[in-house]
């Protein structure tokens, strides 16, 4: 074998090498990701329907509520008025 030959290897065996890293750097990062982000985290369907019977209790909307009020268009805007006249 010569130089140029085992320095060609040594080169492909580098580059496989280095994929391999990167590809198990990636799957262990997306795992540590999935792992640690909370809408991920599954529940028991006991634990889940209290907790969305919770939820339907603290999200419930009255039509008395204020917090959601139309304040109608923007103070520029001029009333248009249609009168009968064509």
């Known amino acids: 074998m010569t ?18 890293s990167a590809a198990a750097g990636l799957v262990l990062f997306a795992g540590l990701a999935r792992a ?3 809408g991920t985290h599954h529940t028991t369907v006991a ?3 209290s907790a969305q019977a919770e939820l339907g209790d603290s999200r419930s ?6 917090s959601y009020s139309y304040l109608g268009p923007s103070g520029s805007a001029a009333p248009q008025i249609q009168s009968g006249a064509s």
């Open 3 to 20: 130089r140029i030959e085992a320095a060609r290897r040594k080169v492909r065996v580098a580059r496989t090498a280095a994929g391999v």
């Open 36 to 38: 640690s982000h909370p």
């Open 47 to 49: 634990n889940d329907a």
């Open 61 to 66: 909307f009255d039509d008395d509520d204020d």
